[in-house]
């Protein structure tokens, strides 16, 4: 079994910047595509960014192209997203995900239901 715990998240004003954490246990991290996923209230949960299981590709939605960036350290199992320039309508809970890489089948970042384990969440709130 995976254990996900998303840390960092908080509240900030338009324009701030934070680091977002996912701390990954259970299993062989770098065996694991990582994503990050976001849900604000009253709508639906959206996909953010998504990292590779060997950190050679990612991949971002459009809204935050060019201001969010995620990263691995395999050392650490740990996935980053570092988030900058952040506007009111990026508030919402951010949740990391991870993705058996093992199994051969194609990567569908942007696929919730291609994700085997979901963290908590950490609330991001950013004040206009």
């Known amino acids: 079994q995976v254990q996900l715990v998303e840390s960092g998240g908080g509240l900030v004003q338009a324009g701030d910047s934070l680091r977002l954490s996912c701390s990954f246990f259970g299993r062989t991290f770098n065996m694991y595509h990582m994503g990050w996923f976001r849900q604000a209230p009253g709508k639906q949960r959206e996909f953010v960014a998504a990292?590779?299981?060997?950190?050679?590709?990612?991949n971002y939605a459009d809204s935050v192209k060019g201001r969010f960036a995620i990263s691995r350290d395999d050392g650490r199992n740990t996935v980053i997203l570092q988030t900058n320039s952040l506007k009111f309508e990026d508030t919402a809970v951010y949740y990391c995900?991870?993705?058996?890489?093992?199994?051969?089948?194609?990567?569908?970042?942007?696929?919730?239901?291609?994700?085997?384990?979901w963290g908590q969440g950490t609330q991001v709130t950013v004040s206009s």
């Open positions: 995900a991870a993705d058996w890489a093992g199994d051969g089948k194609s990567w569908h970042p942007h696929n919730g239901m291609q994700y085997d384990f």
């Open positions: 990292i590779t299981w060997n950190g050679e590709n990612s």
